[in-house]
Nanobody, 118 residues
Framework: QVQLVESGGGLVQPGGSLRLSCAASGSIRSIGAMGWYRQAPGKQRELVAR???????NYADSVKGRFTISRDNAKNTVYLQMNSLKPEDTAVYFCQMLLLVDTVRLYWGQGTQVTVSS
């Protein structure tokens, strides 16, 4: 059984930093793209950042220059370094991975809360 486990969320003051991690475990044969999404109360889930298997990245305009996504293929882990956090970054953050197990499909983490408040 495949699991994606996130960590690193919490409460931080505006201007602060957090680093999210998401590690995949189970009978994984290969990993494609990895990404982070977020969902604020009353809003739709949105893409924050994504990194392909080749290392190409893309970001939502709202986080460009502040957030950095990276991956460690040896550890089946994706990271999101979040700097200069703003109150509007408050949301539940979810990781997503495209995994080859028996078939290729998308997997989601359980979500981790990030709250930016003074």
């Amino acid at each position: 059984q495949v699991q994606l486990v996130e960590s690193g969320g919490g409460l931080v003051q505006p201007g602060g930093s957090l680093r999210l991690s998401c590690a995949a475990s189970g009978s994984i044969r290969s990993i494609g793209a990895m990404g982070w999404y977020r969902q604020a109360p009353g809003k739709q889930r949105e893409l924050v950042a994504r990194v392909t298997s080749g290392g190409s990245t893309n970001y939502a305009d709202s986080v460009k220059g502040r957030f950095t996504i990276s991956r460690d293929n040896a550890k089946n882990t994706v990271y999101l370094q979040m700097n200069s956090l703003k109150p509007e970054d408050t949301a539940v953050y979810f990781c997503q991975m495209l995994l080859l197990v028996d078939t290729v499909r998308l997997y989601w983490g359980q979500g981790t809360q990030v709250t930016v408040s003074s």
